[in-house]
């Protein structure tokens, strides 16, 4: 077997601290099977190991990004022309997605629903090696209500048997793990701001999946269906907006404390929210003078309307602990396009984390919150080499996430 030496001048292994420099990684059929100062692990190879030599760089352990839609285009598309793509079609947009985001050093993702069954092909063809692409947990289809947020989907439940036979249709055709729509959402006809389960049906979810040992993930958008979705014992939340039915945020400190004390992980979707991928597009054209002033009008309401959005955030934040939040980019959704999770660490960063907290939360904790951290989330011996290196500490300045020089799975260099 050959061995693997991959050195860096700097490594942060997600577990915090100071980056350590000149470092190196010794890789063995997959697996790290040492981390040591680049002179002390010369000695610990077996003789023929090959060295990968990245420089100045900072390797990290690979990115996690928690929320995707595969199946979908992320080109600012409305839903009902993206849904109007076959499942062929759609299963080919997942495939260049895949590459995108591993490209862009994110090894490992949960895909978190699709049309009937292009969420499980696109595992297959990735476990198959059909098609290069992240480690991926699938949610196959998430359960919905009739009429409810992503019911194209073809999932849909109403009341306690019917979803806890969706939980286990899901389990039988390969669902790692339980997605489900407690809010509604920007599906036509669905009402973002109220519950669209109740309490006693998420239990029902939360129950059938125990009972088959996978986690749960819950669409939270109203406040309603957060409080629901606490109760419940759900185990991750999505968007954990605070959306009263009127339409408005209103951050409820009850419901803060609440969610604080159960521990359910938190998954904000920041960059969905705030609308970040036009934001930034439009900053750019500011500095470089190309912005007429319609857009820069549009610019500054844009980044009105996002800093209310961060408020709420900085407000869960002094409830609940940094560490129980994970990123995730909703990447395929309206204009969201993939390979940017660098855009949630940047507003990680904006709502008060440090660069290296951010780091951390993408890796480290992100694993603990999909159940992977035996397996990934550090670079610590016995885990899998998924790693990433970055021009810059990451830890030091947040804008290195966005210059990833090489990616690696298992160890094997695919960028
Ligand atoms: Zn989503």
Not at 20 to 47: C, E, F, H, M, N
Not at 276 to 285: A, D, G, K
Request: include cysteine.
């Amino acid at each position: 077997m050959t061995q693997t030496i991959i050195r860096a001048g700097l490594l942060a292994d997600g577990r915090g601290g100071v980056p350590r420099k000149d470092q190196a990684v010794l890789v063995s059929a997959g697996r790290i099977v040492a981390v040591d100062a680049v002179g002390a692990i010369t000695g610990q190879a077996a003789p023929g190991a090959k060295t990968i030599d990245l420089g100045d760089s900072c390797l990290s352990p690979g990115l996690i990004d928690g929320h995707t839609h595969l199946s979908l285009a992320g080109d600012g598309r409305p839903y009902s022309e993206m849904f109007s793509e076959t499942d062929e079609m759609m299963v080919l947009t997942g495939a260049m997605n895949m590459h995108r985001h591993l490209q862009a050093g994110i090894t490992t993702i949960r895909e978190h629903g699709a049309r009937n069954k292009v969420g499980f092909t696109l595992k297959q063809g990735l476990s198959r090696g059909l098609i290069p692409g992240p480690r991926m947990q699938v949610s196959g289809r998430p359960i919905t209500c009739t009429g409810g947020h992503f019911h194209m989907c073809n999932e849909v439940a109403d009341g306690e048997q019917e979803i806890r036979r969706s939980v286990r249709r899901l389990v039988h055709e390969g669902a790692d793990y339980i997605k489900i729509m407690a809010s509604g959402g920007g599906t036509e006809g669905t009402i973002p701001g109220r519950a669209s389960y109740s309490e006693a049906e998420l239990h029902a979810a939360v129950h059938e999946a125990q009972h088959f040992h996978r986690l749960t993930a819950a669409h939270c958008r109203a406040s309603e269906s957060m409080v629901n979705a606490v109760k419940a014992g759900i185990d991750l939340m999505e968007h954990a907006e605070f959306l009263d039915p009127d339409g408005e945020l209103r951050f409820d400190p009850k419901l803060a404390e609440m969610m604080a004390e159960c521990g359910i992980w938190i998954s904000p979707t920041l960059q969905a929210w705030c609308r970040w991928p036009q934001i930034t597009q439009l900053r750019r054209r500011r500095d470089d003078g190309s912005a007429a002033g319609a857009d820069l009008k549009m610019l500054e309401s844009l980044e009105a309307r996002a800093q209310g959005r961060l408020d709420v955030m900085r407000q869960l934040l002094d409830y609940c602990m940094k560490e129980r939040i994970v990123p995730g980019t909703d990447s395929g959704v309206n204009d969201l396009a993939f390979g940017h999770l660098d855009y949630d660490l940047e507003l990680l960063v904006e709502v008060g984390f440090t660069p290296g907290e951010a780091l951390e939360a993408a890796t480290r904790i992100s694993a603990e919150a999909i159940g992977l951290a035996d397996e990934l989330g550090t670079i610590e011996v016995g885990k899998v080499a998924d790693l990433v290196a970055f021009d810059g500490d990451p830890t030091r300045d947040v804008s290195a996430v966005s210059r990833v020089v090489a990616v690696f799975q298992a160890g094997e260099r695919v960028k």
